[in-house]
């Protein structure tokens, strides 16, 4: 279960946070893992300068009041998984030599549990 537009928040910040020249925007699902312990891994990167430290600082807090005033796509993003996934939810900002990385972690649903797949 993925928030719908969830994800089109980090595509929308890598087209307006992206420096001049062509942007590559990349949106990736893959499942990791086997058997009980897997996982859906949600990324989003694009090919731009990357995250200041600053800001890979901000974002990658866990302390959602320093969203109040910015970042509030982000914020809404994480309250919405939270809402799904409590604590199991990760998330993950990086900076690559291809560019800046927002990623999600999420548990992958069992069907034989009961537990819903969208």
Known sequence: ??????LSTFVENSCKHRGSGKALITVRA???GEGEKRFVDLTVQDNGDGFSEEVLREIN?????IYAESHVGLRNIRHRFRLIYGDK???AFYNTPRGPVSEIIIPYPDRERGEKRQ
């Open 1 to 6: 279960m993925i928030p719908p537009l969830s």
């Open 30 to 32: 893959s499942v990791l």
């Open 89 to 91: 939810v990760v998330f």
């Open 61 to 65: 807090a866990e302390d959602d009041k």
